[in-house]
């Protein structure tokens, strides 16, 4: 069956460090990769959409990267912040269907 | 714009009684999608409507969920009888377009404590 990993339930940096969130799947072959921000509370927020045929994508201090044939996306938060501790999904969606499929996330910490 | 609004924010309610979670998509949003978020699961997609028209429904974990979409500008997700197990946060999104051209916008919530 189809399975989302990202790689830890919970990461700890240090502000002003790059933090690397890691999304792995198997028995899938997606055709785009999304990232959302979830806070405390609160509904989840679109980050950023990667194509299969992209290798990565940027947004101010983050940036994604999509390896087809690792079944791996990289999230990247340059020159963290403590506000950009919160929980990050990636989610994966087909080609043909509308509907995507989130992973368990990763609960990122920044102190100061 | 308002974002998607989703009603009641929070709900309590026994075992066995009806509940009825409602959701207002952004004006001009072509896709609805309801979702359950729980710390076992995550968060999975229960059903979504392409134009009103339920597409993909297989996420309804069983007879007792019922989704409709009546116009453009509303849908409910109706529980009946509920049970303890469908304690959890219900999600609605809506989106301009098939998630593959962009993002999902999530409404903040329905927090469902079934006793």
């Known amino acids: 069956s189809q399975k989302i990993e990202q790689n830890s339930e919970a990461l700890n940096i240090q502000e002003g460090k790059t933090a690397t969130l890691t999304c792995n799947y198997t028995n899938y072959s997606p055709a785009y990769l999304q990232w959302y921000r979830q806070d405390p509370g609160r509904g989840p927020v679109f980050l950023l959409l990667?194509?299969?045929?992209?290798k990565e994508k940027r947004k101010e201090r983050l940036k994604v990267t999509f390896d087809t044939t690792l079944k791996q996306s990289l999230f990247h938060i340059t020159a963290s912040q403590p506000a950009d501790s919160a929980t990050y999904l990636c989610a994966l969606g087909g080609s043909s269907a509308s509907k995507i499929i989130f992973g368990s996330g990763t609960r990122l910490s920044i102190r100061p | 714009d308002a974002g998607v609004i989703q009603s009641p924010r929070h709900e309590v309610t026994e075992m066995g009684q009806e509940v009825t979670l409602r959701c207002k998509p952004i004006s001009g949003h072509d896709y609805l999608f309801w979702y359950r978020q729980t710390m076992m699961r995550g968060l999975e997609l229960l059903i979504y409507?392409?134009?009103?028209?339920?597409?993909?429904d297989s996420g309804m974990p069983e007879d007792r969920f019922s989704a409709k979409m009546p116009n453009a500008s509303f849908s409910t997700l109706k529980i009946q009888p509920s049970e303890p197990r469908d304690s959890a946060v219900y999600f609605c999104?809506?989106?301009?377009?098939?998630?593959?051209?962009?993002?999902?916008?999530f409404g903040p919530g329905t927090r469902l404590t079934v006793l």
């Open positions: 990667i194509r299969e045929n992209e």
């Open positions: 409507f392409n134009n009103n028209v339920p597409i993909d």
């Open positions: 999104a809506s989106s301009y377009a098939s998630p593959k051209k962009g993002e999902q916008f």
